[in-house]
């Protein structure tokens, strides 16, 4: 096995141990589905024929839900770091902070785009099981799309808050700073994404999600733009990670 192989297993060992962590990314999963399952059986067809009503973005409604799993995944899984000198252990294994702080990302993207890609699948399925025939297949206009960009913007969110976590030292931090920001900034701004608001990480990466995006820029910018913020966050935390003190 080479150093690299071995780095990364013993991340993912790291993170198949601890219950929180492998928990929240389950519940990317569990949420995300069984949330879209449950609505689509409350309300069926309701909304089939009115105005703005979309079947594919309805199809992904438990992705609201998920993605505070997929964002509580990525911060625990890198704030155990900072637990009872955790980090210090880490790196006696790994002098390379570079390679540590690479190989935990991976992973984490990893574990996340691995769970996000059955996440997709089983969410779009449960919720069109219960549209009748207002039901798309993956055949249909963007379709595909949407299962495969709601992958990638949950592995996005998980590296927001991994970078985030890597600067802040603290998963509690990340999550009282991204979860109110995704929830009420999005609530306050409606449903118009137009202007700045256009370019926030999750008003932009949900774009994939709608069979006829209405913004300033198609569905795959859209996941550009957060994959943006995601850069940022992950540098800013890789610049952290090398910097300070363990």
């Excluded at 979309?54 to 992904?60: A, C, K, T």
């Excluded at 969410?123 to 249909?140: E, H, I, M, S, V």
């Excluded at 610049?239 to 363990?246: L, N």
Aim: proline content about 3%; charged content about 10%; aromatic content about 10%.
């Amino acid at each position: 096995m080479s150093s690299s192989t071995a780095l990364l297993h013993s991340e993912w060992i790291k993170i198949r141990s601890m219950r929180a962590t492998a928990g929240s990314l389950l519940a990317v999963l569990a949420a995300t589905a069984g949330i879209t399952a449950l609505a689509g059986a409350a309300f069926g067809t309701s909304d089939a024929g009115t105005a703005g009503f979309d079947p594919l973005y309805g199809s992904f409604y438990g992705l609201n839900f998920g993605q505070i799993a997929a964002i509580a995944f990525g911060a625990t899984a890198f704030s155990s770091e900072f637990h009872n000198g955790a980090l210090r252990v880490s790196l006696a294994a790994v002098p390379r902070r570079g390679a540590f702080y690479a190989a935990k990302t991976a992973v984490v993207g990893g574990s996340t785009l691995a769970v996000g890609l059955l996440t997709g699948c089983a969410t779009f399925y449960a919720g069109q099981t219960f549209l009748g025939r207002y039901a798309l297949g993956l055949g249909d206009p963007a379709a595909l799309r949407a299962v495969l960009g709601s992958a990638v913007y949950l592995t996005l969110m998980a590296l927001l808050a991994s970078g985030l976590a890597a600067v802040l030292r603290s998963g509690v931090a990340v999550l009282s700073i991204l979860v109110p920001f995704i929830l009420i900034v999005s609530f306050v701004l409606g449903d118009k994404a137009t202007g700045v608001a256009a370019y926030l990480p999750d008003r932009a990466g949900q774009l994939v999600l709608h069979q006829h995006p209405d913004a300033p820029f198609g569905p795959w910018t859209g996941l550009a733009v957060t994959a943006g913020w995601a850069a940022v966050a992950v540098a800013a935390g890789w610049f952290a990670v090398r910097r300070r003190d363990a």
